[in-house]
C-alpha cells in the first residue's frame, strides 16, 4: 500500500499536550464582565395637577421639567448615561419614580425642585438629604448578594434610603463643593420626602431658590439655573471620576 | 268742687314726679359719662389669665436654613396641652409679622389643637412619666396658605417639633393632622403622613462658604 500510518513522535505529543493544557484555563475563562455603566437619574418633581410652588408666572413642575433636560443634555455630552422620571408634564407618583431610580442602578439620583425665597442674600440652592436614620451596611447586604425578595436581604421600600444616607452625603458633599466654587450659597439639610426615601441610590434633592419675581430677578434667574446647571453637571463628573466603585450598586 | 285733701296729695305727687325725673335725668346722665371714660381706660392688653413664664420658641431662619432657640417670657396655662398649643401660638405669631424670618401667614389661630398622648411601652401600659406623642391639629386656611418649598416646609415642621420638645421635654414623637385630617403634605413637599421624632429635628447648621 502507498499510504503509510505514521505514527507520532513521543516528544511531539508532549508538546501538543503541554500546549493543549496551557491554552486550556484562558479557553475556560468567561469573558469579563462590561464595567457598570455610571448612570444618573433626574427626577423633575411634580407633574400633571401637581403644579408645586409657585415661581411667578411659572408652575414648579414646568421649571423642574426643562431643568431636567437642560441637565441631560449637560450630562450626556460629557458622556454619562441619564435616566429622567418623567419626560413630559404628566404626573408621576413617589412609589413610580423610586421604582425608576431603583431599576436603573443608579450611581446617582437628583431629585429636583424649586422655589422662592423670602431670604435677601439672592438666589440659592439648597441641598437636601433623606432625614431617614442611617443604617448599618451589614444590615443591607448588597443586592447581588442578596437572595430572591423576601429573604433576608429584604428592604423595606419605604426606608430603601436609610442604607444609602452615607453615600448620599458624600454625593451631597461633593455638589455643595461645586456649586461653592461657582459662587452660589448653599445650604444642606435633611428633609422627609417620599420620593427619595424610597430611592436605593445615593439621593440628593436639590432645591434652587429663586428670588422674588422682578422683571430684574427673572433676567438673573435665567443665568442662575444655566449657572446651577453646569455646577451640578461638573459635579456629576467629578463623583464618577472619584472612584469606580460608584457604579457598583453598594451601598 | 275737688275736695282740698285730693288737691293736696295731687300737687305732691306731681312735685315727687318731677323730682324722679329729674334724678333719673342726672342719673343717666352721669353713667353716660363714667361709659364714656371707662372707654379711654380700656386695657390695650388682654388680661392675663396664667402666670409668665419663660418659653423656649425655636425660630426658623430661611436664611440660612437653620433653626435657632429664642427665649421669650410669656403667660403659660398649666394644663400640658393648652401650653403647648400657647407656645406653638407664639412660634406663629413670630413668623406672621411683617419682618419675620420665616414668614408664613396665618399666626397663633393656625394651630387648632394640640393633642397629647402616651407612648405606650412594650408591655402596653403607659407610665406617668412616659415619653408623649403630640399630635398638632393644623387649620386648613395655614397649609393653604403656607409658601410650596422644600425649605420651607421642613423648617416649619422642624421648628414645631423642636419647639415642642424644648417646652414639653417628655414629647418625643410629633404627627400633624390638617383639619382632623391626614394629610400627604403640608404645601406640596414636606411629609405629613409620618411621625416625627423631636430628637431627629435638631438644628441644621447653613453651610454658607
Not at chain 1, 411659572?58 to 426643562?66: F, G, I, S, V
Not at chain 1, 461633593?174 to 439621593?203: E, W
Not at chain 2, 429664642?70 to 406672621?96: C, F, H, S, W
Not at chain 2, 420651607?152 to 414629647?171: F, G, H, K, M
Amino acid at each position: 500500500m502507498a499510504g503509510t500510518h505514521r505514527r507520532p513522535s513521543l516528544p511531539g505529543s508532549l508538546a501538543a499536550i503541554f500546549i493543549l493544557f496551557a491554552l486550556l484555563p484562558a479557553a475556560a475563562q468567561t469573558p469579563p464582565a462590561p464595567a457598570p455603566r455610571f448612570v444618573v437619574v433626574l427626577d423633575a418633581a411634580h407633574g400633571g395637577d401637581d403644579l408645586g410652588a409657585r415661581l411667578g408666572n411659572q408652575a414648579e413642575k414646568d421649571y423642574t421639567l426643562a431643568l431636567s433636560v437642560k441637565l441631560r443634555s449637560l450630562l450626556m455630552a460629557r458622556g454619562i448615561a441619564v435616566v429622567t422620571t418623567r419626560e413630559s408634564g404628566a404626573d408621576v407618583d413617589a412609589d413610580r419614580r423610586a421604582e425608576i431610580a431603583n431599576r436603573a442602578n443608579a450611581a446617582a439620583c437628583l431629585n429636583l425642585h424649586a422655589a422662592l425665597t423670602s431670604s435677601k442674600n439672592g438666589p440659592a440652592v439648597h441641598l437636601f438629604l433623606s432625614s431617614l436614620p442611617p443604617v448599618a451596611e451589614s444590615r443591607f447586604p448588597p443586592l447581588r448578594q442578596r437572595p430572591i425578595a423576601g429573604g433576608p436581604g429584604f428592604v423595606p421600600w419605604r426606608t430603601a434610603q436609610s442604607a444609602w444616607i452615607t453615600r448620599s452625603t458624600a454625593l451631597a458633599g461633593v455638589l455643595n463643593s461645586a456649586l461653592t466654587h461657582t459662587g452660589i450659597t448653599v445650604t444642606l439639610g435633611r428633609t422627609a420626602l417620599p420620593a427619595i426615601d424610597s430611592m436605593a441610590c445615593p439621593a440628593v434633592a436639590v432645591e434652587i431658590a429663586l428670588q422674588r419675581q422682578t422683571d430684574a430677578a427673572s433676567a438673573d434667574d435665567a443665568g442662575f439655573e444655566a449657572k446651577v446647571a453646569d455646577a451640578l453637571a461638573a459635579a456629576l463628573v467629578e463623583w464618577r471620576a472619584d472612584g469606580g466603585q460608584f457604579g457598583v450598586r453598594r451601598p | 268742687m275737688i275736695p282740698r285733701h285730693q288737691t293736696v296729695l295731687f300737687v305732691i305727687l306731681l312735685l315727687a314726679s318731677v323730682i324722679m325725673g329729674a334724678l333719673l335725668w342726672n342719673q343717666l346722665r352721669r353713667a353716660h359719662e363714667r361709659l364714656l371714660r371707662g372707654q379711654d381706660a380700656a386695657p390695650t392688653q388682654a388680661p392675663q389669665v396664667a402666670p409668665a413664664e419663660q418659653a423656649t420658641l425655636m425660630v426658623a431662619n430661611d436664611a440660612d436654613n437653620s433653626v435657632q432657640p429664642r427665649i421669650l417670657t410669656l403667660p403659660l396655662p398649666q394644663n400640658p396641652e393648652a401650653r403647648a398649643r400657647a407656645v406653638l401660638g407664639k412660634l406663629l405669631d413670630l413668623y406672621a409679622a411683617p419682618d419675620a424670618t420665616h414668614p408664613i401667614p396665618g399666626g397663633a389661630s393656625s394651630i387648632a389643637q394640640v393633642f397629647l398622648v402616651p407612648i405606650a411601652e412594650s408591655n402596653g401600659k403607659a407610665s406617668p412619666t412616659a415619653p408623649q406623642l403630640a399630635v398638632v391639629n393644623l387649620t386648613n386656611a395655614f397649609a393653604a396658605g403656607h409658601p410650596s418649598g422644600l425649605e420651607t416646609e421642613t423648617l416649619t415642621i422642624l421648628s414645631i417639633c423642636a419647639t415642642l420638645n424644648a417646652n414639653l421635654p417628655r414629647v418625643t414623637q410629633v404627627r400633624f393632622l390638617v383639619d382632623g385630617q391626614t394629610r400627604a403634605t403640608l404645601a406640596g413637599h414636606a411629609d405629613l403622613t409620618r411621625t416625627y421624632l423631636t430628637d431627629a429635628t435638631a438644628p441644621t447648621e447653613g453651610a454658607n462658604p
